[in-house]
């Protein structure tokens, strides 16, 4: 059974840079035609999906997104991270990870999720 | 604005069927890209209900089903329990927005 789990502060300044980790477990990050994702969702509200990332590092990002958005891997620790710089409140949200059945382009295994508040 | 346009709220009262719609575009649904439904229980994460715009993974009961026609897909949910009051996602691929994973603003299902 796959795990996902998000790791990161939960509280960033305005203008910073908010960086998560998401550790799988019970499986390797770099077996089958997975990507990788992260999708996020402010309180009250839905979802958004961010962008995701093969193991070979290739990446697709939301395009509203895209200019802040750094998605990489580290296939050795079996993570997958991301950066989004520039942050202001409008980022504040809980940030999921999800494996990505990209083949089918759907999210079949969701970690817990992380609050991540942007405020100084 | 979401890409995919769901009703904000449904209800039902128990063991009733209710229908939770989502509408999509030329460049997504329209485009015959699947659709796919999540679940998401208060304060947990979003569960995969539907993909494939039918196929129910391991362990989600029958009462739940989905469909897809033109520009549309419906989620059903049959003999309503008190345990299914929760938000509903559809998601779909945007052919139009290089890569994208779009998703519906959600639907609160209220068990009456």
């Known amino acids: 059974q796959v795990q996902l789990q998000e790791s990161g502060p939960g509280l960033v300044k305005p203008s910073q840079t908010l960086s998560l980790t998401c550790t799988v477990s019970?499986?390797?990050?770099?077996?089958?035609?997975?990507?990788w994702s992260w999708i996020r969702q402010p309180a009250g509200k839905g979802l958004e999906w961010i962008g995701r990332?093969?193991?070979?590092?290739?990446?697709n990002y939301n395009p509203s997104l895209k200019s802040r958005v750094t998605i990489s891997v580290d296939t050795s620790k079996n993570q997958f991270s991301l950066k989004l710089s520039s942050v202001t409140a409008a980022d504040t949200a809980v940030y999921y990870c999800?494996?990505?059945?990209?083949?089918?382009?759907?999210?079949?295994?969701w970690g817990q999720g992380t609050l991540v508040t942007v405020s100084s | 604005q979401s890409v995919l346009t769901q009703p904000p709220s449904v209800s039902g009262a128990p063991g009733q069927r209710v229908t939770i719609s989502c509408v999509g575009s030329?460049?997504?649904?329209?485009?015959?890209?699947?659709v796919h439904w999540y679940q998401q229980l208060p304060g947990t994460a979003p569960k995969l209900l539907i993909y494939?715009?039918?196929n129910r993974p391991s362990g989600v009961p029958d009462r739940f089903s989905g469909s897809k026609s033109g520009t549309s897909a419906s989620l059903a949910i049959t003999g309503l329990q008190a345990e299914d009051e929760a938000a509903y996602y559809c998601?779909?691929?945007?052919?139009?927005?290089?890569?994208?994973?779009?998703f519906g603003g959600g639907t609160k299902l209220t068990v009456l």
């Open positions: 999800a494996r990505d059945v990209g083949a089918y382009n759907y999210f079949d295994y």
């Open positions: 019970g499986g390797s990050i770099s077996s089958g035609s997975y990507y």
């Open positions: 990332i093969y193991t070979s590092g290739s990446t």
């Open positions: 030329s460049s997504n649904i329209g485009a015959g890209y699947d």
């Open positions: 494939g715009n039918s």
């Open positions: 998601q779909s691929y945007d052919s139009s927005l290089s890569g994208s994973r779009v």
